[in-house]
């Protein structure tokens, strides 16, 4: 018996041991998360807010991008962005020793809005194919080959690399159909790239539709499309839209394919200045993502390039972190909601 | 039935026809994508073994291939001559040193004539090559004056040969036992190199460069070359192992870290947290596969890449052999990263597996007087392990596929890591498979050999993930049939 009771005491033990292991490493993965988020978030956030009203820093939310100048005037140490720079030059004629870091004055505007645009072209596309896809596989189809073959299909392009799709829209929207880098371009390959993730999630928001209701409006003498129309989708349409933010951080949040179909480094112009209105989609843009690349890969770390670096870096994070928490919370709503 | 008018039917099942099909045609839409993704990475990357085997043939016809038979042997000796540099630095003593040093100014002066031949030959051959590249046709005096230079290394050789071996025979008397065991060593080396001398001058001599190159090589360079150079005044190559062994290496540090991590916290999860707990920690995991991964390889450039770098430098880490390290931004940094991304994953989907088991196993388990920890161990991890397999294997997917934190943080150096420094390889720095095609895509002339070469990277990328996902999705099978 006391063998017994002492061989419990020690697997009660280990057991304690094994599970703190476990909660320490769970934990450990929420620390490095929030380390993230708290560096980027307070040295991001030197940029972004200021001490005195208005207390958010306009110009860095509402300028172009700009060539910083650093020199020394007189003992007086001088940083001027580039249009700063030339008024004062025209007052004060006179050479200095100029140091000029690329991109880390100014503000990053022009950046939001083209993320923006592609975020709500690419968007609208996916989900108007995708939504339709999903009615087609929850409400039409039988189980067959075909059916199993585009199930394949969905589940390998949701595996597909991102990179592999900037690829394949570069070779087919940039250079076969000639769109160029263009917002277009931008578009379809985005949207494409985040297709499985809609219909996989409008899927089963429609699956959570109970048959009854179809069942019922059948039995009335409406017609299929009529029944979806109105008997399923209205049920199911907040369940898919809370479900697709998630997708809007996704396509919000990718790089690689934008890289060679959509973003440019620098544009001096604003979307919509454009000669003719189907030139508006035929336009590279810039993007918050592939700026960050930009001012993270292609400048040197230093004070000056920091505080651009982690501005964007934490805007851009604010962006996305914001829609993925909503997506989550209406989700976490919607399920307590809807049981049936 | 009679009351509805009969006419009214077609003409409602046609507009239902036409309904149905316009929703099959954009279910359709996820095949006809794979399938143009497919067509277009061949499209675009199937000129590449043309191109390459047209490149590798002139390689051989303009004599490339000729001087870099020579170059070899005047890099092996730079080699040795590396190698002494290193053993000097183990000894000490002063009058050892001074000895030392004259020996190994001797040596290193005795390639002296070899690396001039090979700049003379380096010139003819890509005077030969710009030549050939211009009328179409090979110069045979050009080939002629640089087989000249075959005969001319056979002189060399010998000359280089008696200088060594009188070297070597009266090597320089050292203090340190562990420089003289180097020095010993270094010795079998050069003797090593003397005799390969030889077979280099036969390899001159039967060398012929209207030898064919079967079509097939083009296509084993690609798969199994070592190296890739591109843009080079010389030969460019495109061998894909370089960046396979960055991808993989990267890729291997990311799952040994998270794979634990992500097991551990969904054990914890569905199984020991509080229902509070529960119900924080898995949206804040969810929500961490949100961050975008751009953001990620910008904080692995701000801050984890010099903490790593200075951990390194840390004297209570002195006993590892390969610490300190040079570069902050190596395998290991984006290893980190990555872990990190494919820790949600993982996460959720072994999550996924845990619940999916009925809850009468446990219950049979506790039954029988089994408590939680014995629970897990013998019953719940078993019963969902094809789902956990799945989801490491999707987590693997994840972290080759990821672009942009390999292309911040793993260095971008192409070359193979040391592996002679054993796990040391895991801090130098790599290029990946998406970073080559992230960073050289944009810059590359469309149609040339390099850019088809980055559509083949991308194709294997491509075929790779394709792989991993279709075995995941084996394990998923498998994992329904054992609880059914």
Known sequence: ?340 | MSILPAKRAPRRLSVDAAIKTFFGCNALVAIIVLALITIFLFREGSGFFAQNLANLRLYRRAGLEYVDLIRAEAQNHAQLSRELSQIRLQETNETALANFDVFAGAFSNSAEELNGLVSDANDEAVTARDATLESGTVDEQATRALRAAGPRFDEIATSMRAKIDNLISAPPALTSSKAVESLQRWQTATRKYLAHLQATSQQLREWDPNKPIPASRTVTSFLFGNEWITASFWQDWYGIIPLLVGSMMVAAVALIIAVPFGIASAIYVSEVAARGEKSLIKPYIEFISAIPSVVLGFFGIAVVGQAVRAASHMSILRWVSFFPISERLNVFTAGCLLAFMAVPTIFTLSEDALRNVPRGFKEASYALGANRLQTIARVLIPASLSGIVSAALLGLGRVIGETMVVLLCAGNRIAIPDFTQGLGAFFQPVHTMTGIIAQEMGEVVRGSIHYRALFMVGLVLFVLTLGINYLAQRFVARFRMSIG
């Not at chain 1, 002492?6 to 057991?15: A, F, G, I, L, P």
């Not at chain 1, 008024?87 to 503000?107: C, F």
């Not at chain 1, 975020?119 to 039409?140: F, K, N, P, R």
Request: proline fraction near 4%.
């Open chain 1, 1 to 340: 018996m006391i063998g017994a009771s002492s061989n419990q005491k020690k697997t009660r033990v280990m057991e304690r041991i094994v599970f703190w292991a476990f909660r320490l490493a769970t934990y450990f993965v929420l620390a490095c998360a929030s380390y993230i988020f708290l560096d980027i978030g307070i040295k991001g956030g030197r940029t972004v807010f200021t001490k005195a009203a208005p207390f958010v820093n306009v110009k860095f939310l509402t300028q172009w991008p700009q060539t910083l100048y650093v020199f020394d005037y007189h003992g007086q140490k001088m940083e001027l962005s580039d249009s700063e720079f030339r008024q004062w030059k025209t007052t004060h004629n006179e050479d200095v020793d100029l140091a000029s870091i690329a991109y880390s004055a100014g503000g990053i505007w022009p950046c939001i809005v083209g993320t923006a645009l592609l975020v709500i072209g690419s968007m609208t596309l996916a989900l108007i194919i995708g939504i339709s896809s999903a009615i087609y596989l929850s409400e039409y189809s039988r189980n067959g080959p075909f059916i199993r073959l585009v199930r394949v299909a969905i589940l390998n392009l949701a595996g597909v690399p991102s990179i592999v799709f900037g690829l394949f829209g570069f070779g087919l929207f940039v250079i076969f159909l000639g769109w160029n880098v263009s917002l277009i371009s931008g578009w379809f390959t985005l949207g494409l790239m985040v297709l499985p993730a809609i219909i996989t999630a409008s899927e089963e928001s429609l699956r959570a539709v109970p048959q009854g209701l179809r069942e019922g409006s059948l039995a009335l003498g409406a017609t299929k499309w009529q029944t979806i129309r109105k008997n399923v989708l209205p049920y199911a349409l907040p369940g898919i839209l809370t479900s697709s933010i998630l997708g809007i951080a996704r396509v919000a949040g990718e790089t690689a394919p934008i890289m060679f179909t959509a973003a440019y480094a620098m544009r001096d112009e604003m979307p919509w200045h454009v000669s003719h209105w189907t030139d508006f989609f035929f336009q590279g843009v810039m993007a918050l993502p592939y700026h960050i690349y930009v001012v993270s890969s292609k400048i040197p770390q230093n004070e000056y390039t920091e505080r651009v670096q982690y501005g964007t870096a934490f805007v851009f994070l604010v962006v996305v972190m914001l829609i993925a928490l909503t997506s989550i919370l209406l989700r976490e709503r919607t399920r307590s909601r809807l049981s049936w």
